[in-house]
């Protein structure tokens, strides 16, 4: 089971930090990421992580501003997100995969186990 917190609503220009906890099972050999859906638009890959921390993946429209990291001994991943813009207002769900690297076809479908799902909303 995947949790996510620390979703809420802030200003633009502020930050948050979401936290994914797994709890049922150890995650430290999965990759894991951070999906995001917007109203009306399509769920959108937004940061990923291989199971050992080495390697990640930022989509370009939060690059610079989000970062993603993981802690194998916590079972959590966190996404620390900055200078939050309006678009960045979605619902935001954490998943894991069964694959450990962050490769082209990991990042095409990765997603075995999901999160509910938190809200960030950001206004102007």
């Known amino acids: 089971q995947l949790a996510e917190s620390g979703g809420g609503a802030v200003q633009a220009g502020g930050s948050l930090r979401l936290a994914c906890a797994a709890s049922g099972r150890t995650v430290s050999l999965y990759a894991m990421g951070w999906y995001r859906q917007a109203p009306g638009k399509e769920r959108e890959l937004v940061s990923a992580?291989?199971?050992?921390?080495?390697?990640?993946y930022v989509v370009d429209s939060v690059k610079g501003r989000f970062t993603i990291s993981r802690d194998n001994a916590k079972n959590t991943m966190w996404l620390q997100m900055n200078s939050l813009k309006p678009e960045d207002t979605a619902i935001y769900s954490c998943a894991a995969d069964l694959r450990s690297d962050i490769t082209s076809e990991t990042l095409r479908n990765l997603g075995d186990y999901w999160g509910q799902g938190t809200q960030v909303t950001v206004s102007s």
């Open positions: 992580i291989s199971a050992s921390g080495g390697d990640t």
